[in-house]
């Protein structure tokens, strides 16, 4: 027994070695393959040197990753006495412009802050208006000219934000929007930075500091609780960008992740680029921290200054079998809490005091206790598993997603379901309802669909998926049915809300008893009229909600009845659309929608919709017709969004077949 204890031990430090082994490029690469949009990153670990680097050099867009550089030419200023931090700055109406921050919605025009103050916004709330107040006071092209005297060329702010007829480098505006750098030079300026080289120590310190308040969290996102990272990130639809340092216990990492021309575009937080970020963040820490329990060990000794997962078995140990139980955090972090606990365990065994874990204490310590009991393998490998009967020739097929329901296109019958009463999120196969009241609307009075529908800011800035539409547009009702339908555009259907609320009579039950709330109201209205028993709406999109929920029997229900009018059955199935829309000033500008169902693709398949949230999963209500029999498949919760198309198809294929019988 002995012995087996030893082995097992040796195994796990084997086991750590072999995961310090696995290179940066062996966890980052796969991350970055499977990514749709550019992608570069740099990361250097500035205690031991080791780097990662993939398209570094590659100049990207940097949205207000540049507020960064920003911030070190203001300090670098205020060292040579050309400007005072400790200076008021005056906020003016015209200095005001949308966009993140807070000084443009909570402060009035005349309130005055210190510059440093502004700088302080415009790092921990990437203020916009706080950025422009900032560069007003150090000049526009300062930036540039600092970064190019440090060896970085091509790290540099074009415009002041929000003010695109300000741009000093219009070529670089025009391709990268505000700034411009790589993943490789901000790496460089955060090693300056951090051996406090760029200006004074003391000023270092407190940049620092600001870059420690950075409000978005999706560098520290997936780290330990409580790691300190000092960062900056950016955003703009097609572009996500963050670079900051990791205060590890290993040493400091430097990290920069940029991205451009992503395909999820979505003010969401599971939006994919900052997922990416956030994971290839994790995956640095856990290279370099997970590594450390072997740097800590030699010769199968675990001792002070080691972490990860073995440290963790061991304080677990530690705190269920010495007697008393020294009660130890179970961080993973062998401190000297760690170390004093040991050397009294060696004591009441009556090995020598050492602090250190070798093979007689781990034999004394016995089989490691783990965060979820393990059996003796005895007990494992006697045990005797149930199995469950052979699968049946004609069952469903396997399928992804959590549930299912084929039933008759024209009647509504449920002929095969699975889990099909469960409530779950939905996302945007919401929109059915909100195109169904609108073609019911529209089937009463024919000129609904001549109505034009003027885009709100509230509209405007609805996060998700989106029809391109820009506040103050003006857009028909017959048209703007497929912005909502074939992009699925959240923001039209706050517009559609918004625009059909007034007149419609059901009462809100809740929420501010505003336009879009009314139309709400006549969602859940018409859920319960079509005997939708297990859904109930919160918004008009599928953005997610707590109680905004449905199932697969539910949505057979409402697509049933959508596809009675023949003018949903009509925008459902078109693959792409155009039109022209109308803006503020007289302009024109031409518009594309393209249907986000794939299985318009192919013969045989009309419709209905797609939707896709971090809640939900991938969901699909489809109708597909062959030999004159017509069918509704939904499926929700998918794996992927290609498995949602995989799960249909062999729903359909099934009930195909056996009507074929």
């Keep these: 027994m002995k012995l087996n204890v030893i082995a097992i031990a040796a195994v796990l430090l084997l086991t750590g070695t072999v995961a310090r082994a696995q290179s940066l490029a062996d966890r980052l690469e796969p991350l970055i393959r499977q990514h749709e949009g550019k992608v570069a990153v740099a990361v250097k670990h500035l205690a031991l040197g080791e780097t990662f680097a993939h398209e570094a050099d590659t100049p990207m867009p940097t949205a207000s990753l540049i507020k960064l550089p920003i911030m070190v030419e203001a300090y670098r200023q205020a060292n040579e006495g050309k400007i005072n931090l400790d200076d008021k700055v005056t906020l003016a109406a015209d200095d005001k412009v949308p966009g993140s921050g807070i000084l443009t919605t909570h402060f009035s025009p005349g309130a005055t802050i210190a510059l440093r103050d502004a700088v302080r916004l415009m790092i921990a709330y990437s203020d916009n208006t706080a950025t422009n107040l900032v560069l007003a006071k150090i000049g526009l092209p300062a930036t540039a000219e600092t970064m190019e005297r440090l060896g970085l060329s091509n790290t540099k702010v074009h415009s002041f934000v929000y003010r695109p007829g300000s741009t000093i480098f219009p070529e670089r505006s025009k391709e990268f929007g505000l700034g411009s750098t790589t993943a490789g030079e901000m790496i460089k300026l955060l090693e300056e930075l951090h051996a406090k080289k760029l200006v004074t120590p003391t000023a270092c310190d407190e940049m620092l500091t600001h870059l420690r308040t950075c409000e978005d969290k999706r560098i520290p996102k997936l780290l330990p609780a409580g790691t300190k990272v000092a960062h900056k990130t950016g955003s703009v639809a097609a572009v996500r960008a963050a670079a900051g340092i990791i205060e590890a216990k290993s040493g400091p990492i430097a990290l920069c992740v940029l991205t451009r021309d992503n395909k999820d575009q979505r003010w969401t937080d599971d939006n994919a680029a900052e997922v990416l ?95 979820e009991a393990v059996p003796a393998p005895e007990t494992v490998n006697s045990a005797t598993l149930p199995r469950e009967p052979r699968e049946a020739l004609d069952a469903p097929p396997l399928v992804t997603c959590k549930a299912w329901v084929i039933g008759d296109a024209k009647s509504g019958e449920v002929l095969a379901a699975g889990r099909e009463s469960d409530r779950l999120d939905i996302a945007s196969t919401t929109k059915m309802m909100t195109a169904y009241i609108v073609c019911r609307l529209a089937h009463d009075d024919p000129k609904v669909l001549e109505e034009i529908v003027t885009f709100t800011a509230a509209a405007d800035k609805t996060s998700g998926s989106t029809a391109d539409l820009r506040e103050g547009e003006k857009v028909s009702v017959g048209e703007l049915l497929y912005g909502l339908m074939l992009p699925s555009g959240n923001d039209a259907a706050t517009a559609f809300a918004e625009h ?47 109680d905004h929920k449905s199932s697969a029997r539910d949505q057979l229900k409402l697509a049933t009845a959508a596809l009675s009018l023949p003018l949903f059955r009509q ?91």
Aim: charge should be neutral; proline fraction near 3%; glycine fraction near 12%.
């Design 277 to 371: 970020t956030s994971k290839i963040a994790l995956a640095v820490f856990d290279h370099f921290e997970k590594g450390k329990a072997v740097d800590a060990q030699s010769d199968s000794v675990l001792r002070e200054g080691a972490t990860g997962e073995l440290v963790q078995s061991v304080q677990r140990t530690l705190n269920a079998r010495a007697s008393p139980s020294p009660d130890l955090s179970v961080d993973g972090d062998f401190g000297p809490a760690t170390k004093a606990a040991v050397q009294a365990f060696q004591r009441s065994k009556g090995l020598t005091p050492s602090g250190e874990v070798g093979p007689e204490t781990f034999a004394a310590l016995g089989a490691l206790v783990e965060a």
């Design 571 to 661: 925008v459902i199935s078109t693959r792409q659309h155009g039109t022209k829309v109308a803006g503020t000033g007289g302009y024109e500008r031409n518009v594309l929608w393209k249907n986000t169902n794939k299985l318009l693709g192919m013969e045989g398949y009309i419709g209905v919709k797609t939707g896709t949230t971090g809640a939900a999963g991938a969901c699909l209500v489809a109708c597909g017709e062959r030999d004159g029999s017509e069918l509704i498949v939904v499926v929700l919760g998918s794996a992927s969004s290609d498995a949602r198309y995989v799960d249909a198809r062999n729903l359909f294929r099934w009930a195909w077949s056996r009507a074929s019988k």
């Design 500 to 546: 059909f609320g007034p007149r419609l009579k059901t009462e809100p039950s809740g929420g501010d008893g505003n336009a879009a709330d009314y139309f709400i109201a006549e969602m859940n209205r018409q859920a319960e009229k079509l005997g939708m028993a297990q859904t109930h709406y919160d918004n008009p999109h599928g953005l997610t909600a707590k």
